[in-house]
């Protein structure tokens, strides 16, 4: 109740839908994808929520170069919109023989899931749908079909896709529903950006400019930029099991 005071914003009720990009780093940053899906999901699970994973690309060696999945249930995105941004993670590789320590980066994107009451207006003449058979996991069925689809929404340039069910009408259903978020979204970061054009404020968040970062060598500490919230030692090491909520707590009291 205490943390549902800070949620304010219209769509903080809904369902979140998160994708999660690997960056520089390599087979390194794909594991460390793997490793914020495994937090997210630990997350929830220990909350009550149901994630659904929507589609996967698998990375050459190890992780995902992508993720995208929703987590579902009262406040899911109020509670994860916190999450945005680029995570940070130093440690020493498993991937090195020579055990040097690397650093890897991985881009947590959140949108909430748009309700169907909520009009976003997409022409089918600006879609280009292409199917095409999918990889990684699923079971053998998954490669035997061209099931998976591939929207490309041509005004914005946008691209989404779904890979994860067996039936192509509710991958396309679900690649949809992500489409719908990402233009939602989209229109409300322009007019965002008119009022910070107006108000002059001209901060940025680029590539690089890390929200959190999770340090597992030479110490062991998680460290959250914005709010200078950390934990060490064994609570650092929760923190990848899942335990998140004070740093969600002190975003949203910093109104971040």
């Given at each position: 109740?205490?943390?549902?005071?800070?949620?304010?914003?219209?769509?903080?009720?809904?369902?979140?839908?998160?994708?999660?990009?690997?960056?520089?780093?390599?087979?390194?940053?794909?594991?460390?994808v793997s490793m914020l899906?495994?937090?997210?999901?630990?997350?929830a699970e220990k909350n009550?929520?149901?994630?659904?994973?929507?589609?996967?690309?698998?990375?050459?060696?190890?992780?995902?170069?992508?993720?995208?999945?929703?987590?579902?249930?009262?406040?899911?995105?109020?509670?994860?919109?916190?999450?945005?941004?680029?995570?940070?993670?130093?440690?020493?590789?498993?991937?090195?023989?020579?055990?040097?320590?690397?650093?890897?980066?991985?881009?947590?994107?959140?949108?909430?899931?748009?309700?169907?009451?909520?009009?976003?207006?997409?022409?089918?003449?600006?879609?280009?749908?292409?199917?095409?058979?999918?990889?990684?996991?699923?079971?053998?069925?998954?490669?035997?079909?061209?099931?998976?689809?591939?929207?490309?929404?041509?005004?914005?340039?946008?691209?989404?896709?779904?890979?994860?069910?067996?039936?192509?009408?509710?991958?396309?259903?679900?690649?949809?529903?992500?489409?719908?978020?990402?233009?939602?979204?989209?229109?409300?970061?322009?007019?965002?950006?008119?009022?910070?054009?107006?108000?002059?404020?001209?901060?940025?968040?680029?590539?690089?400019?890390?929200?959190?970062?999770?340090?597992?060598?030479?110490?062991?500490?998680?460290?959250?930029?914005?709010?200078?919230?950390?934990?060490?030692?064994?609570?650092?090491?929760?923190?990848?099991?899942?335990?998140?909520?004070?740093?969600?707590?002190?975003?949203?009291?910093?109104?971040?």
């Open positions: 109740m205490e943390i549902k005071v800070f949620l304010s914003d219209k769509h903080d009720i809904s369902n979140a839908i998160i994708t999660i990009h690997s960056g520089a780093g390599g087979t390194e940053a794909c594991d460390w899906f495994r937090m997210y999901s630990m997350w009550k929520f149901k994630v659904e994973i929507m589609d996967i690309q698998a990375g050459d060696e190890a992780g995902y170069k992508s993720i995208t999945f929703s987590v579902k249930g009262d406040y899911a995105y109020g509670y994860l919109k916190t999450e945005n941004g680029v995570h940070r993670l130093v440690r020493i590789s498993p991937f090195d023989a020579n055990k040097r320590r690397h650093t890897s980066f991985a881009s947590v994107s959140v949108l909430p899931e748009i309700d169907d009451d909520i009009e976003v207006e997409i022409n089918p003449d600006d879609l280009r749908i292409d199917t095409f058979r999918a990889s990684g996991a699923g079971g053998q069925h998954v490669n035997k079909t061209d099931s998976a689809i591939r929207i490309t929404h041509i005004p914005t340039g946008i691209v989404v896709s779904c890979q994860n069910e067996r039936s192509q009408h509710k991958n396309k259903s679900f690649a949809l529903k992500i489409l719908k978020s990402k233009l939602y979204q989209l229109e409300q970061e322009k007019k965002q950006q008119e009022l910070n054009n107006l108000s002059g404020d001209k901060k940025k968040i680029e590539w690089g400019s890390q929200i959190r970062s999770y340090v597992l060598h030479p110490y062991k500490m998680v460290k959250d930029h914005r709010t200078n919230k950390e934990k060490k030692d064994m609570a650092a090491m929760l923190v990848l099991d899942g335990e998140i909520w004070d740093f969600i707590k002190e975003a949203l009291k910093n109104n971040i």
